[in-house]
């Protein structure tokens, strides 16, 4: 599709697994980003890609979460030894140029049992 | 950090009232987005701002990029029961990479 998609729509897994996210950009999209959103919530921001830069990582609560982007297009969001307060909706959007919108994929509802 | 301090944080209306809702911030902003969330879906882009004054429309939906570059408004006319969702303002200042977003808008429709 054209858009921004992300896989699995829902992942629920125990407390201590690994769980890994997948974001496919919208082709060509140099900017690559990741939020979580809590039940309710607004957006916070976890990491940001900009091509062949190195990615801003600020936003990550801990050193539990990684992220990489293989080849400048598909990304993966990776949660280790996954907490309860973990569970909420991780969402990818990609850009074009800087100043241009993001575009949202539908998430991830991840859920920690 | 930057923060875009969102209003109201919720609004319960009438099927066929106009609804207005706005951002602001201390920080001056060189692009303003205003985003809507149905549930279970991701943010979809309704309007995109660039310059300071600007008045854009998208069919019911109208937002301005404030002239001091540190506000933003977003009207719906003649709301209707499928304007019902989360509303987010978005803005990006000069040299800056991220986007940052206000709290959202929560808006219920009652028919």
């Known amino acids: 599709g054209a858009g921004v998609s992300q896989s699995p729509s829902n992942k629920v897994t125990e407390k201590g697994k690994d769980v890994e996210l997948r974001c496919d950009p919208i082709s060509g999209h140099t900017a690559l980003y990741w939020y979580r959103q809590s039940l309710g919530q607004g957006l916070e921001f976890l990491i940001y890609f900009q091509g062949n830069s190195a990615p801003d990582k600020s936003g990550l609560p801990s050193d539990r979460f990684s992220a990489e982007r293989t080849g400048g297009s598909v990304s993966t969001l990776t949660i280790q030894r996954t907490q309860q307060e973990d569970s909420a909706v991780y969402l990818c959007?990609?850009?074009?140029?800087?100043?241009?919108?993001?575009?949202f994929g539908d998430g991830t509802r991840l859920s920690i049992l | 950090g930057q923060q875009l301090n969102q209003s109201p944080q919720s609004m319960f209306i009438q099927e066929g009232e106009d609804v207005s809702m706005n951002c602001t911030s201390s920080s001056i902003f060189n692009t303003w987005l205003w985003y809507k969330q149905d549930p279970g879906e991701g943010p979809v882009l309704l309007i995109a701002?660039?310059?300071?004054?600007e008045l854009t429309s998208n069919g019911r939906l109208t937002a301005q990029f404030g002239i001091t570059r540190k506000d933003s408004f977003l009207n719906i006319s003649a709301s209707i029961p499928s304007d019902v969702g989360i509303y987010f303002c978005?803005?990006?200042?000069?040299?800056?990479?991220?986007?940052?977003f206000g709290q959202g808008t929560r808006l219920t429709i009652n028919p």
């Open positions: 701002l660039y310059k300071a004054g």
């Open positions: 959007a990609s850009g074009g140029r800087v100043g241009q919108p993001q575009h």
């Open positions: 978005a803005g990006l200042t000069a040299g800056a990479q991220k986007l940052v």
